[in-house]
């Protein structure tokens, strides 16, 4: 049996990025990845972060490659009524974001593991975790055909929402809060300039439209669709015309179309698991909560968990306190709460329950709040560029 300070499950981008911080500041860390390098990689996900998470990823030593690349945003659209509506995030909150993939992210983090001497086991099989009460716990896992046995202080349960951590937790010891929207998105990666130069959110009477990028060569849009649609429903042309037919004139005009690089169909889903801490185990991430993509919070709400547990650990180490990280899961689930609430808020705003008109009147009418209301537009903006879990006047 080995020993190690802190044993991490998955190896997605809260895996890395703990084990990551947690390693510049001597505490030592195993991480235990499922799957390949090369598959973790291969997964397109989203690409908008918010600052806090550019500021961490800059701490922990891989944003390099993210500051030269990436793209900052002071605003965005929302087209809505045969309109459009910029909302300047950066004047309404002094934030940007910053356009870089999850993917370009997941390579920046294992091209560190890999530099500093790699301590990830990739293709990890079996994970178990054992003792989570003790002061002790253990973690085993097989390799190939063997079985290894690892004694840590902490287990960090960065293992995404099909993970064997949140599993571990006897059931009455968790609450799971869950809502399954009634609609999909169906989303494509080409080779082709952004139709814009910012991101355009569309609420539209055929459905909602995102149009994202990820360069200024390779754009992501994403399209409403019915939960149980299929890929093969969607050639190439069907999801370009759909696109077309939602986007205001000047943009559908301007849409420079091309073959495919990915496509695939997401369910949205609002998922908190509470309390993110059972004995020894730490949820992070996908672990414990999932948004719908309309806000793009999910990726920021895991680094920002990172940095939550990350002060709790060092403190810990450093300084022999647990404060910190008694507090972990009261401070992650603050914010976890307060996007969960925005992604959800803004999944209803912008996409088609019903022929109802009713809904799609409120629905123009509260767009048409925030493009005219300064308070309107503020409340939006901020929650838009992230919530810190203290109010921002208090700081
Ligand atoms: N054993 C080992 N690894 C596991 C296991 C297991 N039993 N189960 C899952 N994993 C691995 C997965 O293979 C995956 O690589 O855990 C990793 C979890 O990664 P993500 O699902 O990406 O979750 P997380 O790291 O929390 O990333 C934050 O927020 O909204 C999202 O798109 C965003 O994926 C991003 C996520
Ligand atoms: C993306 O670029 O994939 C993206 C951007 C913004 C969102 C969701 C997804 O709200």
Redesign the pocket.
């Known amino acids: 049996m080995s020993k190690i300070q802190v044993a991490i499950i998955g190896g997605g981008p809260s895996g890395l990025l703990l084990s990551q911080l947690l390693r510049l500041q001597g505490v030592e860390t195993i991480v235990l990845e499922r799957h390949t390098r090369e598959h973790v990689e291969g997964r397109i996900r ?3 972060l918010e600052w806090s998470t550019v500021d961490l990823l800059n701490e922990a030593g891989v944003g390099a490659r993210m500051m030269r690349e990436g793209l900052a945003h002071d605003g965005l659209e929302l087209a809505f009524d045969g309109r459009t509506h910029r909302v300047d995030l950066r004047s309404l909150t002094g934030h940007s974001m910053m356009v870089y993939g999850q993917t370009e992210i997941q390579k920046d983090l294992a091209d560190a593991h890999a530099a500093s001497g790699d301590h990830v086991v990739w293709e990890a099989e079996n994970v178990a975790i054992h003792d989570i009460h003790s002061r002790r716990p253990r973690v085993t896992y097989t390799r190939g055909t063997i079985n290894h046995e690892v004694e840590c202080d902490f287990i960090a349960g960065c293992d995404g929402f099909h993970g064997v951590s949140r599993e571990s937790i006897p059931k009455e010891f968790i609450t799971l809060h869950e809502r399954i929207h009634p609609f999909g998105w169906i989303g494509i990666l080409a080779n082709v300039p952004p139709v814009a130069g910012e ?1 355009i959110y569309v609420n539209h009477e055929r459905g909602f439209a ?1 149009c ?1 990028m990820r360069s200024r060569s390779r754009s ?1 849009y ?1 399209l409403q669709c019915p939960l149980d649609d299929d890929i093969s429903n969607w050639p190439d042309d069907r999801f370009w015309d759909e696109l077309r037919a939602r986007l205001p004139c000047e943009h559908a005009n301007g849409l420079i179309t091309g073959s495919s690089i990915e496509k695939s169909i997401a369910p949205l889903r609002s998922f908190v698991a509470e309390p993110m801490r059972f004995g020894q185990l730490f949820l992070v991430g996908d672990a414990a909560h999932i948004v719908p ?4 919070k999910g990726l920021n709400l895991a680094a920002a968990d990172v940095r939550v547990l990350s002060e709790g650990i060092l403190e810990y180490y450093h300084r022999g306190s647990e404060t910190l990280l008694d507090e972990y899961s009261n401070r992650a689930l603050a914010r976890v709460w307060r996007a969960t609430r925005f992604s959800w808020w803004f999944t209803t705003l912008t996409h088609k329950f019903s022929e109802e008109t009713f809904a799609h009147r409120l629905q123009l009418a509260e767009l048409d709040y925030i493009a005219e209301s300064a308070a309107g537009a503020k409340a939006f903006a901020e929650n838009y560029v992230g919530l810190d879990e203290t109010p921002r006047q208090a700081r």
């Open positions: 989203a690409g908008l991101l995102l994202s992501r994403y993509p309309t806000g793009a």
